[in-house]
């Protein structure tokens, strides 16, 4: 599509193109545009063990059995705690919940943790975001007699663990309707149980002398732990993130309402908000400080509590950016003798295991290939987190990896994955990582295309324009926002500002100028062709539009991710 100064008064028009672009049908396109969670939301009983872990709840609720929710120390963890913590609340149970310590106990359950909560007088555990590979520790809280559910969205082997349910879209023998919800984050599917555990206490009748909860009311936490988990973003995650959206700009909750304006947010939050400003705090106390802060914040019905939490979390998360800024700088200078590589693995001693999953990351982008980076300790064990790339499964090699002898402990799902590793199994493993990896690695970077949605002239790109894609949103991973392609241009001004990003203002035949940035782009091959190889000529700028309020007038701006010279 080619706009040039047009009115954008149609917005619903080149919403429409975009969404029919994308593979959307026509006559589904009222669907996509306003989505819901009536038009997305499958029945949770096509989920393999739903109604078995909504029985067993429910059983628990009716007998005032003592419940503990077993969370991951992340934000997807945080938020399914959450979410149910609220949700037994208000049932009229006070749940108990358990988040490990990154650092002494490492990801997922433990067999000793899960048998002391046992022996402390809980009779019910429920395991959110972990769990669905941890065998060894099911097996113990069996055999010490407490029942343990599995509420997970990792994949899973197909030898599954003892558990008395494991709810999980990406269980290998999972039926294709439910299985078509594999991209759900782990407080997804939490909310799914939470609609099949009301849904079972109405029939009980529990509800002819209790209140029924207002379900929607948890949307927040929902879209939180979505968006930040990186869970693709079509399907019922566009709902869950639509509505949430809604849900947090009425600031009900406590503890999110003192999340937001600990960002310095001044306006009800976005979908970039919730991966950019409120994860990183939720997730910084389980990286740097206390793993529970995450789920005491988004549970607390005390305001000034909720203000201190938040304030403790925004200074953790000042604390982990300095630490992830040296271990970032370390892993880049090992970088260098891996061109050849298809799967970047970097380890260190001395690397703290809170940051190392933001690295991989950064090195991910970067690079544009898979990367690993691994935390040594003192006993020569690594811990490693992953991040991959579209079309390279990540998680399913180190299941492999893991299967055959390479790994201590591994998992995760397509994008991201996590690992234990011994020291001298390292280097056979960054082998046959990069060996296993190296066919689909290389089919990904040969089908890395720039789709443009629309291209426009320098006067096209204005804030009706922002505010018209806008409407196609939330966008994120699997839907991603728009990218525009502007020009011809030629660059008036081009520098460097904050941390390597490339700022520049470029001016077009039609005598129209805007601004743009290009993040952490310095030191790439097109921040160098910005900033000395660009005088003069002209020029395409593609990326993604965003409106820039800090002056006295909004302003359309663009997100630079490619450029090309015109000439």
Known sequence: MDLGQGHFGDADAIVRQILLARGVAQDDLQRHLSPTLRDFLPDPSEFSDMETAADRIAQAVLSNERITIYGDYDVDGATSSALLIRLLRDLGVEADYYIPDRLLEGYGPSGEALVKLAQAGSSLIVTVDCGAMAHEALAMASDAGVDVIVVDHHKCSPELPRAAALVNPNRLDENDLAAAHGHLAAVGVAFLLAIALVRTLRGNGYFENHKEPDLFALLDVVALGTVADVAALHGLNRAFV??????????????MAALIDASRLKRAPACSDLGFALGPRINAGGRVGESTLGVRLLTTQDAEEAQQIAAQLSALNEERRAIEAEVQQAAEEQLAAQHNRAVHVVAARGWHPGV???????????SGKPSLVIALDENGEGKGSGR???????????????????????GGHAMAAGLTVAEDKLEAFS??????????VSRASENREMLLDLAVAPG?????????????????????GPRVAVGPVRLVKCDIVGTDHVRLIASGEDGRSFKGIAFRAAESDMGQALLHGSRGRRLWL?????????????????????AAFAD
């Open 431 to 440: 082998d046959w990582l990069d060996a296993h990896l190296e066919g689909p």
């Open 388 to 410: 991959s790339i579209p079309g390279v499964d990540l998680g399913a090699a180190i299941i492999r990896a893991r299967e055959e002898g390479l790994l201590i402990k591994g």
């Open 242 to 255: 639509a509505q949430g959206l809604k849900i947090m700009g009425r600031r009900d909750n406590i503890g």
């Open 356 to 366: 190392i999953g933001i690295v991989a990351g950064r090195i991910k982008e970067k």
């Open 542 to 562: 593609a990326g993604r539009v965003k409106i820039d309020d800090w002056g006295s007038r909004p302003q359309a701006e663009l997100h630079l991710e490619d």
């Open 460 to 480: 096209g790109l204005t804030p009706d324009l922002v505010e018209a894609l806008d409407r196609g949103g939330p966008y994120g991973v699997g839907w991603p």
